[in-house]
């Protein structure tokens, strides 16, 4: 069953179109790789899955539920990472984990097994009492991932999540990322410009200038547009467009 779908989603900032009728749907319990360059209209679309802002045109399916008519009742099934961290640098990874565990109402008596589960499935308990300040950052990256899951949701966003990591940390929080898909049947949305982080048989949307380009699996874009990598699809595909255009 598919748990995200984005139908006929059109959004503008005043004059400026940033999605034009966009419509795919995320699979259930994978790594879904949401791919543009810069200004493709990622964050506007992450911004819209969480409400951040209001749709203007169309609908997002959560679960099934419509974000438009039941919109806490959507939300209640995700979990969001946004591109800049929101962290207190200042408190420890479980500080940071009980405050925002306490602004959305939950006692300490009920956060407290979902602290040390999150914890435990992120492979953070033995930091739990460092400041974040003196984490790397592929740990506080972690700690984000820890923080948006303690509601249990699950599908959890992921905006730009490698950004300002080194190689080695990049690859270590995809594969981790990975194997919570596996083993925790959670549905990842990785949106990403970055190419090598899309395994070959990833779903992926491809998108550009706030249009849809592709909606596949990464090896059924490379093969359809003949190309010997996801790259040089992407080169094509973005070439084609500009020439359309
Ligand atoms: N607050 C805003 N006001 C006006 N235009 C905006 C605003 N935010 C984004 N845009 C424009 O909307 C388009 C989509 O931007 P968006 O940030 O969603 O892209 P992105 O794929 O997330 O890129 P990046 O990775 O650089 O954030 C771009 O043309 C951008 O300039």
């Not at 004059?15 to 699979?27: E, G, H, N, P, R």
């Not at 997002?60 to 640098?89: C, E, H, K, N, Y």
């Not at 972690?142 to 249990?152: G, S």
């Not at 596996?182 to 990833?202: G, P």
């Amino acid at each position: 069953m598919s748990t995200l779908q984005v139908e006929q989603v059109s959004f503008s900032y005043g004059d400026k179109l940033a999605l034009q009728q966009v419509s795919f749907d995320m699979q259930s319990g994978r790594l879904n790789a949401l791919l543009g360059p810069n200004g493709a209209g990622k964050s506007t679309l992450m911004a819209l899955f969480s409400r951040l802002y209001r749709l203007q045109q169309g609908d997002i399916r959560i679960g099934g539920v419509s974000l438009r008519q039941q919109p806490r009742q959507a939300l209640r099934r995700l979990g969001v990472v946004f591109q800049q961290s929101t962290l207190d640098m200042d408190l420890s990874v479980h500080q940071n984990l009980a405050y925002h565990a306490a602004l959305h109402g939950l006692s300490s008596r009920a956060a407290a097994p979902r602290i040390e589960q999150e914890l435990a499935r992120q492979s953070l308990l033995e930091h739990q009492h460092q400041r974040v300040r003196q984490l790397n950052g592929g740990h506080r990256r972690r700690v984000e991932i820890a923080r948006a899951l303690l509601h249990q949701p699950d599908i959890l966003l992921l905006d730009e999540a490698s950004a300002g990591l080194d190689p080695a940390s990049r690859l270590a929080l995809n594969q981790h990322v990975r194997t919570l898909c596996r083993e925790c049947q959670l549905t990842v949305v990785w949106a990403t410009h970055l190419m090598d982080e899309i395994a070959m048989d990833d779903p992926v949307v491809v998108l550009h200038r706030g249009r849809i380009l592709a909606a596949d699996s990464s090896a059924s874009i490379v093969a359809r547009t003949g190309q010997p990598s996801l790259s040089e699809a992407f080169r094509q595909m973005t070439q084609d467009e500009g020439v359309a255009a």
